[in-house]
């Protein structure tokens, strides 16, 4: 059963992958595979453990300061059927989903290990393969079973029989949790460090703790940090986000609400699942699951109410002072969805990717913590959510395993024992269009921010695009002109969907890989190829002259590589709506030559600038960070869309004001639009 079981979460919860490539260490640190030392840090997981077995100690209720319970799962390692004696490093998982939920798979995943039927199946699953079919982004899933991605989510118990104990706790107002769900608010990271301190002063703790998740609890686990808890010791972090508004919730001023509903309704929902474990193990507490019931009939339906008013008011006033929250950055709500990076004073390991749901803060929340590089790890992938684009770890001139990376992490910082993981490379990525490699920094020192301008030549590279026009570093627009762009929905078969997606959408090559499709509805500018492989490192800007024909308009802007064949895959993607386009000055990043490479927006209600109808106005559309290489004889493209369900979609009132018309760029050789993109070598005009 646990073997079915780890078949169907790694084909749901795997990303995509690109060919391996081997990197030379620098710094004194190792390559991307670890070197030497990485065979010791496997043979740590794979080898005999200390401890055989687990003992459990469920539903256990820890009270916070304010009388709220939060219930928790304790898993111990065994002997002789019972609590081992001693007090050992605890490993803690602050759990949004329920924790019923991670206990059934926890245990599965031990059934099968102990079956000896995980590994073969992982083997299996990992070697499926068929390319051609048109599904490819299927296989580029299954190809992560084996990567150590699942036991490296799921809190494995494997970690118990290591020497762990294991903390899952429900956070406040989900699972089987008292209060209101705060949704990343201040009093989660006051919950989080009072579960540290209760940790700290049980018999069975040594007093050093680390945090750990996935997603959801990947952000509790960085947010953990907030009041820097004596006990927590270290950070193991897939997939998270230190800036969800900037990630998903609100970027350029539109709301991500492919994931973003149904995320919510699916918390909202487990949420209301009654404590089953506390009844089967008879702990069953009348008067806590009496306040649990009050709380969550209180709120049922926490945010569903802020995303419905910001989809239903058709002007500003009509906004509730709740969702209200959202569009000011000073609210206590906005700024909860933000980890203070400062605080992040314990070494920190996170796992992202390129086209993760939260791709586009990892390398700036890196880059943010106030570490030096042997206390601090970034691996990014070519991949999704699901999964990251992890097929590979663990093969031979690869990054390890993730549970092996994890599990030396946690060895090291938590039990003092001397393996080497902070001499692994500070920064792995893998690079789209080339393999994985380590950066000695980001963007790389090599790669110089250049102009490259739109203009109305044609490239004759992109037919079916509404508009098909030139990009170079030559401005060659000769008069002005105007070109159009209407709001459609081809983006639904775009890999701006496949992200929101997680991945979803990507298991069909022709909406996960190529954009012709959605081009149909997109202003495409097209470069000359290039004639030496031309890496690009760092975040991109694209500004445009625009033109409304309303008081409000959304711009979408990619950035594509082009291959001979015509394949126009996205590398990066970048959203802005135009009456919140005012820049906040301090908290955004310029070139040598002064342009911007990150611009960062206030998104702020109180500075909306709704724009004049047929009056140009200047729009600098930030794009995600990236890392790619373009191969001799491929182009780069910028892409311009006028819509882009259901990755972004403003508030109704912004809609209205736009009309949902037609919008324009205006290419004149007074005023040029151009892409700001970081390149370690020119392309030729």
């Known amino acids: 059963m646990r073997a079915l079981t780890a078949a169907v979460v790694f084909a749901t919860c795997a990303g995509f992958a690109a060919p391996s490539a081997s990197a030379v260490p620098h710094g004194g640190y190792t390559g991307i595979d670890g070197g030497e030392l990485a065979a010791n840090w496997t043979a740590a997981v794979d080898g005999p453990q200390p401890y055989h077995g687990i003992a459990p100690d469920l539903a256990v209720p820890i009270t916070m300061d304010d009388g709220t319970v939060l219930k928790a799962d304790i898993i111990h390692p065994a002997q002789n059927g019972r609590i081992a004696p001693g007090r050992r490093p605890v490993i803690l998982q602050m759990q949004g989903y329920g924790k019923l939920p991670i206990l059934v798979g926890q245990a599965v995943l031990s059934a099968a290990d102990g079956l000896g039927i995980k590994k073969p199946l992982e083997d299996w699953v990992g070697s ?8 490819d982004g299927l296989f580029d899933l299954t190809r992560q079973a084996d990567a150590g991605a699942l036991e490296a989510a799921a809190q494995d118990w494997a970690l118990a029989e290591a020497g762990y104990t294991l903390v899952q706790v429900d956070i406040r107002g989900t699972g089987t949790s008292q209060g209101d769900w705060q949704v990343f608010g201040d009093r989660e990271k006051q919950d989080a460090a009072e579960i540290i301190d209760w940790i700290t002063q049980q018999s069975w703790s040594d007093g050093n703790v680390g945090t750990m998740g996935i997603s959801f609890t990947a952000i509790s686990a960085l947010e953990a940090t907030d009041r820097r808890p004596p006990g927590l010791k270290a950070v193991f972090a897939y997939e998270g986000s230190a800036d969800i508004f900037d990630d998903i919730a609100g970027p350029g001023g539109a709301v991500g609400v492919g994931f973003l509903v149904p995320w919510l309704l699916g918390v909202n929902a487990l949420k209301m699942i009654p404590d089953i474990t506390s009844l089967l193990v008879g702990k069953f507490d009348p008067a806590e699951q009496l306040q649990w019931l009050k709380d969550r009939m209180a709120d049922p339906l926490t945010l569903v109410g802020m995303v419905t008013n910001g989809y239903t008011a058709l002007t500003p006033d009509q906004l509730t002072p709740y969702t209200r929250q959202l569009v000011d950055p000073n609210s206590g709500f906005r700024k909860g969805l933000k980890t203070d990076v400062a605080n992040i004073q314990v070494p920190t390991f996170m796992i992202g990717a390129w086209f993760d749901i ?56 938590l039990r003092g024992i001397d393996n080497g993981i902070e001499k692994y490379a500070p920064l792995t990525v893998e690079q789209q269009g080339g393999g994985w490699t380590d950066a000695p ?170 724009t004049v109808p047929g009056v140009p106005v200047t729009l600098d559309i930030a794009l995600t960070p990236i890392e790619a290489v373009l191969q001799p004889g491929h182009r780069l493209r ?30 004149d050789p007074g005023a040029p639009s151009w892409v700001n993109v970081s390149l370690d070598a020119p392309i030729p005009d």
């Open 638 to 667: 910028v892409d311009l869309y006028a819509s882009n369900f259901p990755k972004g979609l403003p508030p109704l009132f912004i809609l209205a004001d736009s009309g949902l018309k037609p919008e324009h760029v205006r290419l």
């Open 128 to 135: 499926l393969n068929l390319p051609g079919v048109g599904v």
């Open 358 to 413: 939260f791709g586009s803060t990892p390398t700036d929340t890196f880059g943010a913590i106030p570490l030096p590089e042997e206390q601090k790890k970034l691996i990014m992938g070519n991949g999704y959510h699901l999964g990251s684009g992890l097929a590979g770890f663990g093969h031979p001139g690869m990054p390890p395993r993730l549970d092996v990376l994890q599990r030396a992490w946690f060895d090291h910082w």
């Open 441 to 610: 920094e980001f963007p790389r020192a090599e790669a110089v921010y250049r102009r490259l301008y739109l203009d109305d030549s044609s490239s004759g590279t992109s037919p079916g695009s509404a508009f098909d026009g030139g990009l170079a570093q030559t401005p060659r627009q000769a008069g002005v002109r105007d070109v159009t762009a209407a709001p459609g929905l081809l983006s639904l078969c775009g890999r701006d969907t496949a992200r929101i997606s997680a991945g979803a959408t990507a298991i069909l090559d022709v909406c996960g890989k190529d954009s012709r499709v959605w081009e149909h509805d997109g202003l495409s500018f097209t470069s000359s190829p290039v004639n030496q492989p031309t890496t690009i490192s760092g975040p991109v800007d694209v500004h445009l002259n625009a033109v409304e024909d309303a008081s409000d308009g959304y711009w979408v802007a990619t950035l594509n590589d082009v291959s001979p064949d015509g394949n126009s895959s996205e590398i990066a993607t970048g959203q802005l709506v135009a009456s919140l386009r005012a820049i906040d000055e301090d908290n955004s990043k310029k070139s040598a030559n002064g342009d911007y490479t990150e611009p960062h927006y206030f998104l702020d209600l109180a500075k909306r600038q709704q």
